[in-house]
């Protein structure tokens, strides 16, 4: 088919993309690189180092990283119990699992604030066996909880897919070799899924770094976590300079952590890439 | 015969419901190439998966150098497989491919470093350590599969249809080199095919199965001239099958026609089933001899024409020949009494067994 004929279906997508991402983020950058009177500073993107916004930034990398290594710790199990179970229908278990999926996030995070609240129904049941109650809620464990708890399917997705996609012979001719069922999967099933691992990664890592509603409703406003620290140069200081500086660098961050993280899912054709 | 290595003891299999080994007995020797043969479906590939350790017999056992192996896992047994789409680990070079097993059994580096470079050379690609699966063909593939099993010295090599992703001139390179491999390891290989040339090319020992039943162990030249059934006789190579009566011994009725043969003991009067082979119909352009035939249609093979002939007593022959026939020529058709063999009519699959159960073990066990 002509391509000329064929390109203006992109049309709506190119100007929805420039429209309400590169225009805006033009203008964040513009406004990153002036102060409040419109000359040019680098003061915005030295912001960073300010102790404040350097411990929102190491809390921040370090709860996405957290929530990151449980989710590939729950994903990975349970990807290859599934490829080892004799059950016919896999597609079942994993609508089971995207299932939440459905639900507005913000609505799952606002249940699961009901369940662990300090008077909320695990406590009230630990209360009736008689035991200690937990103190979850408005602590950095509970911010951890809820990023797993909204970002786990996006681990499963990916690693399930490219366990799944390793060929059943391959997997027998290393047990013919000689490999028992550790071996098999340190040797053969991870190095094999690592691209999945790898999207897994960045739907997981970058989504947790960014996050700032999650930190609000289970963190109390307690962690202040870089996406709230954006959130409220943004909404409550109005300081539109700081915050874009403060988005660039952390947009800095998340695009060197994608490529790193990218790049091995280009070598393998069994990740999902989304 | 040399000593006996493998026996599987009365070996069933059923999936989902749907049996595919019955009751299968079947002794495998050492330093023996043996094929299991059979179209798809047969039971082949299940037999060699069981001896692979891949899958559990429902009934029956494994004896391996008279030793119990029927529950012993596939890392655990003295055998190595060559898989039918290579599997190789795309995620390690060729090097690393076929050291895995060796590095598992904790050899040194210097002897893994040696035992590599033997058997590249062994398969005809030394200098390829460094490469990557994904950048080698087909053929190449199959052969760095190959490396990987024997480097580990098996007992036994099980090949599942090996050659079988590979183009036909790269196949029939393969089979020579994998009776050359053969005699210089000395080993005994178990190989299974649906392709019937490989197996008359490459075996010491046909085992011929369908329908999860053996239907004849034999030496290639036994499978191909002495059919024991009406089936063996028409997946191995190309054949006229005829019903026929027998009348007494060395005489055979076909369409009505007493034509002499050299086999005895299937009584007076009963039906058979008769094989002629294509290439042992011979054609007198003179319309001299026993049966008369028109040639309806012909085609050139290459090394032979194919011919169908109608004949006078009702039956269309397959004739391969030399000479040239055209369509429409009036031929004497005749058969020399050794070129006709006679087989038992199968009054039902159970009988086939017990006519293998008859004559296997007093041959070979």
């Given at each position: 088919?002509?391509?000329?004929?064929?390109?203006?279906?992109?049309?709506?997508?190119?100007?929805?993309?420039?429209?309400?991402?590169?225009?805006?983020?033009?203008?964040?950058?513009?406004?990153?690189?002036?102060?409040?009177?419109?000359?040019?500073?680098?003061?915005?993107?030295?912001?960073?180092?300010?102790?404040?916004?350097?411990?929102?930034?190491?809390?921040?990398?370090?709860?996405?990283?957290?929530?990151?290594?449980?989710?590939?710790?729950?994903?990975?199990?349970?990807?290859?119990?599934?490829?080892?179970?004799?059950?016919?229908?896999?597609?079942?278990?994993?609508?089971?699992?995207?299932?939440?999926?459905?639900?507005?996030?913000?609505?799952?995070?606002?249940?699961?604030?009901?369940?662990?609240?300090?008077?909320?129904?695990?406590?009230?049941?630990?209360?009736?066996?008689?035991?200690?109650?937990?103190?979850?809620?408005?602590?950095?464990?509970?911010?951890?909880?809820?990023?797993?708890?909204?970002?786990?399917?996006?681990?499963?997705?990916?690693?399930?897919?490219?366990?799944?996609?390793?060929?059943?012979?391959?997997?027998?001719?290393?047990?013919?070799?000689?490999?028992?069922?550790?071996?098999?999967?340190?040797?053969?099933?991870?190095?094999?899924?690592?691209?999945?691992?790898?999207?897994?990664?960045?739907?997981?890592?970058?989504?947790?770094?960014?996050?700032?509603?999650?930190?609000?409703?289970?963190?109390?406003?307690?962690?202040?976590?870089?996406?709230?620290?954006?959130?409220?140069?943004?909404?409550?200081?109005?300081?539109?300079?700081?915050?874009?500086?403060?988005?660039?660098?952390?947009?800095?961050?998340?695009?060197?952590?994608?490529?790193?993280?990218?790049?091995?899912?280009?070598?393998?054709?069994?990740?999902?890439?989304? | 015969?040399?000593?006996?290595?493998?026996?599987f003891e009365?070996i069933?299999?059923?999936?989902?419901?749907?049996?595919?080994?019955?009751?299968?007995?079947?002794?495998?020797?050492?330093?023996?190439?043996?094929?299991?043969?059979?179209?798809?479906?047969?039971?082949?590939?299940?037999?060699?998966?069981i001896l692979?350790g891949?899958?559990t017999p429902?009934k029956g056992r494994v004896m391996f150098?008279?030793g119990d192996i029927t529950n012993i896992?596939?890392?655990?047994?003295?055998?190595?497989?060559?898989?039918?789409?290579?599997?190789?680990?795309?995620?390690?070079?060729?090097?690393?491919?076929?050291?895995?097993?060796?590095?598992?059994?904790?050899?040194?580096?210097?002897?893994?470093?040696?035992?590599?470079?033997?058997?590249?050379?062994?398969?005809?690609?030394?200098?390829?350590?460094?490469?990557?699966?994904?950048?080698?063909?087909?053929?190449?593939?199959?052969?760095?599969?190959?490396?990987?099993?024997?480097?580990?010295?098996?007992?036994?090599?099980?090949?599942?249809?090996?050659?079988?992703?590979?183009?036909?001139?790269?196949?029939?390179?393969?089979?020579?080199?994998?009776?050359?491999?053969?005699?210089?390891?000395?080993?005994?290989?178990?190989?299974?095919?649906?392709?019937?040339?490989?197996?008359?090319?490459?075996?010491?020992?046909?085992?011929?199965?369908?329908?999860?039943?053996?239907?004849?162990?034999?030496?290639?030249?036994?499978?191909?001239?002495?059919?024991?059934?009406?089936?063996?006789?028409?997946?191995?190579?190309?054949?006229?099958?005829?019903?026929?009566?027998?009348?007494?011994?060395?005489?055979?009725?076909?369409?009505?026609?007493?034509?002499?043969?050299?086999?005895?003991?299937?009584?007076?009067?009963?039906?058979?089933?008769?094989?002629?082979?294509?290439?042992?119909?011979?054609?007198?352009?003179?319309?001299?001899?026993?049966?008369?035939?028109?040639?309806?249609?012909?085609?050139?093979?290459?090394?032979?024409?194919?011919?169908?002939?109608?004949?006078?007593?009702?039956?269309?022959?397959?004739?391969?020949?030399?000479?040239?026939?055209?369509?429409?020529?009036?031929?004497?058709?005749?058969?020399?009494?050794?070129?006709?063999?006679?087989?038992?009519?199968?009054?039902?699959?159970?009988?086939?067994?017990?006519?293998?159960?008859?004559?296997?073990?007093?041959?070979?066990?």
């Open positions: 088919m002509n391509r000329s004929r064929t390109r203006f279906l992109a049309t709506p997508y190119i100007i929805w993309v420039i429209g309400f991402t590169v225009i805006p983020l033009m203008f964040i950058v513009s406004k990153s690189l002036t102060d409040e009177n419109g000359s040019l500073t680098l003061a915005n993107l030295l912001a960073i180092f300010d102790p404040l916004h350097r411990k929102a930034l190491v809390i921040s990398v370090l709860l996405a990283f957290l929530s990151t290594v449980i989710c590939i710790l729950i994903a990975y199990p349970l990807a290859i119990i599934l490829r080892g179970s004799r059950l016919t229908d896999k597609n079942l278990i994993l609508f089971i699992l995207i299932l939440p999926m459905w639900m507005n996030f913000i609505l799952r995070i606002l249940a699961l604030q009901l369940l662990i609240s300090n008077n909320g129904i695990i406590n009230n049941m630990l209360g009736h066996f008689g035991l200690p109650p937990l103190a979850i809620i408005n602590t950095p464990a509970a911010i951890v909880l809820g990023m797993v708890y909204d970002y786990l399917p996006y681990m499963i997705l990916p690693v399930l897919n490219s366990v799944l996609a390793i060929p059943q012979d391959v997997i027998e001719a290393a047990q013919d070799l000689g490999s028992d069922k550790k071996h098999v999967i340190t040797r053969i099933i991870i190095p094999l899924s690592l691209g999945g691992v790898g999207s897994g990664i960045t739907m997981v890592f970058v989504p947790s770094m960014t996050e700032f509603v999650i930190a609000n409703i289970l963190g109390g406003g307690k962690i202040q976590l870089l996406g709230n620290i954006i959130e409220q140069e943004f909404t409550v200081t109005r300081n539109w300079n700081l915050g874009s500086g403060l988005s660039v660098t952390l947009m800095a961050f998340v695009l060197i952590t994608s490529l790193i993280f990218g790049r091995g899912t280009e070598d393998t054709a069994t990740g999902i890439t989304l | 015969m040399a000593k006996e290595l493998i026996r009365n069933s299999k059923s999936f989902d419901g749907t049996e595919v080994l019955k009751d299968l007995t079947l002794s495998i020797h050492e330093n023996e190439f043996v094929t299991l043969l059979g179209p798809s479906g047969c039971g082949k590939t299940t037999t060699l998966r692979g891949f899958e429902d150098d008279g896992p596939p890392n655990k047994r003295p055998l190595n497989t060559v898989f039918q789409k290579y599997a190789l680990f795309t995620h390690m070079n060729v090097a690393d491919n076929i050291a895995f097993g060796l590095k598992i059994k904790g050899k040194d580096k210097d002897h893994i470093r040696e035992k590599i470079a033997y058997s590249l050379k062994l398969v005809g690609l030394e200098g390829f350590e460094n490469r990557y699966p994904s950048s080698l063909s087909g053929g190449q593939q199959q052969r760095i599969a190959i490396a990987r099993a024997i480097v580990n010295e098996p007992q036994v090599l099980l090949l599942d249809e090996p050659l079988g992703a590979l183009d036909l001139k790269l196949r029939q390179g393969m089979q020579y080199e994998l009776i050359r491999l053969k005699e210089e390891l000395g080993i005994t290989f178990v190989y299974v095919t649906h392709d019937q040339e490989e197996a008359l090319t490459m075996s010491d020992t046909v085992v011929v199965m369908n329908q999860g039943l053996i239907q004849q162990i034999g030496t290639p030249e036994d499978i191909y001239n002495e059919p024991q059934n009406a089936f063996v006789a028409d997946f191995i190579g190309e054949s006229n099958l005829i019903d026929g009566i027998m009348i007494h011994d060395c005489l055979v009725n076909i369409g009505g026609l007493d034509l002499p043969c050299v086999d005895t003991g299937f009584g007076n009067n009963n039906p058979v089933d008769v094989v002629i082979r294509p290439e042992d119909v011979e054609l007198d352009a003179d319309g001299n001899g026993p049966i008369k035939g028109t040639v309806i249609s012909i085609v050139f093979k290459g090394v032979h024409w194919e011919m169908h002939v109608e004949s006078s007593i009702g039956i269309t022959f397959l004739v391969q020949t030399t000479e040239h026939f055209p369509v429409g020529s009036v031929v004497g058709i005749n058969v020399d009494p050794y070129n006709i063999q006679i087989m038992h009519k199968p009054s039902s699959e159970d009988a086939q067994v017990f006519d293998q159960l008859e004559t296997i073990p007093g041959e070979d066990l």
